[in-house]
């Protein structure tokens, strides 16, 4: 009987430790940063005959564009830390400027704050991934896939509709 | 007061107000007495296109360059919903989109960009000093803007308007970049 009491008492302390444990992990949890993107899309692009050779992001002449929204639904705050895909060969973050009827686009950092609980847009005539020296054209109906990085959530996958508007 | 001059205050007032919501009023900024610039230049089929000649036809016009990944697709993409808008009218209706950026975007170009929007879309190219006397005659802004810390090298600020020629082959209109599909087509409708 004294063992099985030992026991049991050994048994309830570990039932208190898991439930412990278990309350850190959520806690854990609970403190991440959690990126959600949502909305992600592309203009058609259609490179010329013959730019398909060996494209460059000086001289292929050719760009395209990716829209989305970042959503962060965790606690903490997280930063996005730049972004590639194989469909160009570099990508970078631009920003659409108009002054009255001019319009200029200037480059913004990569690394941008995601807020715990907030979001980051990226959308027409404003903050936008502009990809540069595309290795292909951009079919409306296409999907193109985006991998941008984070500070804390690493390495997120989007697949970015083409379409026109 | 007078019951006469209020009700004639009142009926002024209401005639003011109905002018005011005309459907006959331009939603862009209409213009007056401003003689269109003639040119010629080369279009994505390496084919001479001439202002004067779409006599006849609404010109829809805006200046812009294919490297542009944002501002300038949008346009195109929003001309595509205008001219869907418009059905048959649209064979009424000339789509011209000037290139501010000759040095890379050749016939061939304008062509394969043109091309995802609208067949029917005409892009235009042409030396230096001829565009340069289009640039001038319609007060378009044109820039290249360095940036060191892009793969780009540079980008090319511009005039982002809309101009638009009524059936005489007279400028009428400026619109907005950011106008409406809607109000585009309104103003269309109104010329047509």
């Known amino acids: 009987m004294k063992t099985i009491q030992m026991s049991s008492q050994w048994t309830f302390a570990g039932v208190l430790l898991m439930a412990t444990s278990l309350s850190s992990c959520q806690k854990a ?33 050719t760009n395209g564009v990716v829209y989305l929204t970042i959503f962060n639904k965790g606690d903490l705050d997280d930063s996005l830390r730049g972004a590639r895909s194989g469909a160009c060969q570099k990508i970078e973050i631009h920003e659409t400027v108009m002054s009255d009827d001019r319009m200029s686009m200037k480059r913004v950092d990569d690394e941008i704050p995601v807020p715990g609980h907030g979001k980051v847009e990226f959308k027409p005539m404003a903050r936008h991934f502009m990809l540069l020296g595309m290795n292909r054209s951009l079919t409306i109906g296409d999907s193109v896939r985006v991998l941008l990085s984070f500070q ?3 390495m997120v996958q989007v697949y970015s509709r083409v379409r026109l508007n | 007061m007078n019951p006469k001059i209020f009700l004639s205050s009142f009926l002024v007032l209401l005639s003011a107000i109905a002018a005011c919501q005309s459907d006959d009023a ?5 213009l007056e007495g401003i003689p269109a610039t003639d040119f ?14 779409q006599v006849g036809k609404v010109v829809v016009m805006f200046f812009g360059y294919t490297y542009c990944p944002d501002v300038c697709p949008a346009t195109l993409s929003k001309w595509k919903q205008v001219q869907d808008a418009l059905g048959d009218q649209t064979n009424e209706v000339k789509f011209v989109y000037i290139t501010v950026h000759p040095e890379r975007d050749t016939v061939e170009k304008l062509k394969a960009h043109l091309a995802v929007y609208s067949q029917d879309f005409v892009g235009l190219t042409g030396s230096k000093e001829d565009l340069l006397k289009v640039y001038n005659g319609y007060g378009v802004y044109r820039e290249i803007d360095k940036i ?20 005489k082959g007279e400028w009428r209109l400026g619109i907005a970049n ?5 109000d585009i ?8």
Do not use: C
């Open chain 2, 148 to 167: 060191s810390d892009s793969a780009t090298g540079y980008l090319v600020s511009h005039t982002s308007r809309i101009f638009v020629f009524d059936r």
């Open chain 2, 26 to 30: 331009f939603k862009g900024t209409e």
């Open chain 1, 29 to 61: 949890e609970q403190a991440a940063a959690d990126i959600r993107i949502t909305n992600a899309w592309s203009r058609p692009v259609q490179l010329p005959a013959g730019a398909g050779g060996q494209p460059s992001p000086m001289d292929s002449g």
């Open chain 2, 178 to 182: 950011d106008a409406s599909v809607q």
């Open chain 1, 152 to 154: 804390k959530s690493g």
């Open chain 2, 40 to 53: 010629t230049l080369t279009d994505q089929n390496g084919q001479p296109f001439t202002l004067s000649d």
């Open chain 2, 185 to 192: 087509v309104h103003d269309l409708k109104v010329l047509l």
